[in-house]
T-cell receptor, first 114, second 112 residues
Framework: KQEVTQIPAALSVPEGENLVLNCSFT??????LQWFRQDPGKGLTSLLL?????REQTSGRLNASLDKSSGRSTLYIAASQPGDSATYLC?????????????FGKGTHLIIQP | EPEVTQTPSHQVTQMGQEVILRCVPI?????FYWYRQILGQKVEFLVS????????KSEIFDDQFSVERPDGSNFTLKIRSTKLEDSAMYFC??????????FGQGTRLTVV
């Protein structure tokens, strides 16, 4: 059974810092990995999708990498801003197909101090 | 920008009552999903729906739950005889297949 773990569980940094959020998964047979942002009491906003054949994806100040063989992904946030404060979730789809649901980690709760 | 919409945003129901949560997926998507998130816990997969039938379901999705696509736009989750432990945020999502999944804002269900 796929398990997704995110470290750290919480992180508080001053504005302007670059930071890295970590995600690991137990079964490397994934089809893709997706990073989401969740604001308190709100839905999930998709940030980046990495297909299993890709090594990284970039969107603005965000860069996500994937090392499928070692079961790891990182989300790099450059020049953090207070508006980046949220919970960041990592999720994977196993290689079974489009009908498979995402398996989520518990998230990293990020606070950017002004 | 296309989005997944869910109604209601918040529903309070008495234990034992039936509830129906509604979703309008993105129009050209083919796969539809329901997830739930109990307060303080992980987002958990419930069920996926493709070509007008259930494709996959988790062990959480027991006989108490059912899904339906009653028309060309809506996708519903029915919970029969709700229990206190059904209290959670329920998210609908859609995708075009093995691609990016888009989530709605969720329905917060409170069973009292």
């Amino acid at each position: 059974k796929q398990e997704v773990t995110q470290i750290p569980a919480a992180l508080s940094v001053p504005e302007g810092e670059n930071l890295v959020l970590n995600c690991s998964f137990t079964d490397s047979a994934i089809y893709n990995l997706q990073w989401f942002r969740q604001d308190p009491g709100k839905g999930l906003t998709s940030l980046l999708l990495i297909q299993s054949s890709q090594r990284e994806q970039t969107s603005g100040r965000l860069n996500a990498s994937l090392d499928k063989s070692s079961g790891r992904s990182t989300l790099y946030i450059a020049a953090s801003q207070p508006g980046d404060s949220a919970t960041y979730l990592c999720a994977v789809i196993s290689s079974g197909g489009g009908a498979d649901g995402l398996t989520f980690g518990k998230g990293t709760h990020l606070i950017i101090q002004p | 920008e296309p989005e997944v919409t869910q109604t209601p945003s918040h529903q309070v129901t008495q234990m034992g009552q039936e509830v129906i949560l509604r979703c309008v997926p993105i129009s050209n998507h083919l796969y539809f999903y329901w997830y739930r998130q109990i307060l303080g816990q992980k987002v958990e997969f419930l069920v996926s729906f493709y070509n007008n039938e259930i494709s996959e379901k988790s062990e959480i999705f027991d006989d108490q739950f059912s899904v339906e696509r009653p028309d060309g736009s809506n996708f519903t989750l029915k919970i029969r005889s709700t229990k206190l432990e059904d209290s959670a945020m329920y998210f609908c999502a859609s995708s075009s297949g093995l691609s990016e999944a888009f989530f709605g804002q969720g329905t917060r269900l409170t069973v009292v």
